[in-house]
């Protein structure tokens, strides 16, 4: 891999941990609205480390990990650059279930957003999904049914992929549902502690951080250039978190960035599952211009008032 390659990979991961985690700047600015100076601080400065590291560190780690059990945990972080045979077969051999799992993930993320989740019509035909939220569940079942169907014929660990994909997604989302209803509560009460506030602050941040870490491996495999990547990313959100969050929100159709990015990147990581090789700047290249799109159209409707679909 050479240093363009590499240089392109870790910007691409920058922007997408970036535009996914803007909703999770927003809360932790809310949030700490509320706190102490005290507080703030700890969690601005040891919170970002436990954000990278407990996080976005260790998850795509503990992923190459559990799908490659037999390159132990120091070829998991290091297998991408290695150049022993074994070590390259045997990633190539996890590699399909890993992708098609996170495809499938991603898939149901930008579907559930799209059918039901209140956003900015940024493009024609979103309102008409967001009056069809009752679908979600069909269609993602059908989707799920297809992969499944196809993977069957290469691999049934490829199929067991999708499945835990299919999984993932819906444990995640209960986990990020009781987040919100969590941020609520500490919006509306006065008797929380800071202590109290923190801690729930870095479970949000966890939930939130999932969508970043798999959509990360559509990029690499690379467990060292997903850290950096996510890493530089997450700093970013907390600067983001204490110095714009007001202007950030004026960019209306950042959010609708992020999950056109994620549903073109779950498309790539199904499409490399079946063996057709997707460059490596592909990923990077979509990202840059997908959000870049929505950045200009926000830019160009900044003034202009818009229709927001209701909250289910």
């Known amino acids: 891999m050479d240093i363009l390659a590499i240089t392109l990979i870790i910007a691409g991961l920058v922007l997408f941990e970036t535009i996914t985690s803007i909703d999770n700047a927003i809360i932790n600015a809310e949030v700490l609205s509320t706190m102490s100076e005290r507080a703030k601080r700890w969690f601005l400065i040891w919170g970002l480390l436990i954000a990278v590291f407990a996080v976005r560190g260790l998850l795509p780690w503990l992923i190459v990990w559990l799908s490659t059990p037999s390159l132990g945990p120091v070829g998991a972080l290091t297998a991408t650059f290695s150049s022993d045979p074994v070590v390259i077969a045997a990633i190539e051999q996890s590699a399909p279930m890993l992708l098609i799992g996170g495809g499938t993930f991603l898939l149901f993320l930008f579907c559930h957003w799209l059918f039901l989740e209140d956003k900015n019509f940024g493009l024609k035909g979103e309102r008409f999904f967001a009056t069809k939220g009752v679908w979600f569940f069909a269609i993602v079942s059908i989707l799920l049914a297809g992969i499944v169907w196809l993977a069957l014929g290469k691999s049934p660990l490829m199929a067991f992929g999708a499945v835990v994909g299919s999984t993932a997604f819906f444990i995640v989302h209960g986990f990020r549902q009781n987040a919100e209803l969590a941020e ?12 109290s506030k923190i801690f729930y602050l870095e479970v949000i941040d966890a939930t939130f951080s999932i969508d970043g870490v798999i959509g990360a491996f559509a990029f690499t495999m ?58 490596v700047f592909v990923s990077p290249l979509v990202t840059f211009g997908v959000v870049g799109f929505f950045l200009f159209k926000s830019l160009r409707d900044m003034d202009t008032p818009v229709p927001r679909s209701p909250v289910p």
């Open 184 to 195: 609520h509560r500490m919006l509306k009460s006065d008797g929380m502690s800071d202590m």
């Open 222 to 279: 690379a467990v060292p250039l997903i850290l950096i990547g996510n890493g530089i990313g997450a700093f970013v959100v907390r600067e983001l978190t204490i110095r714009n969050i007001d202007r950030i929100k004026n960019y209306r159709y950042l959010k609708n960035g992020a999950m056109y990015s994620i549903l073109f990147l779950g498309i790539i990581m199904i499409i490399d599952s079946f063996g057709f090789h997707i460059p």
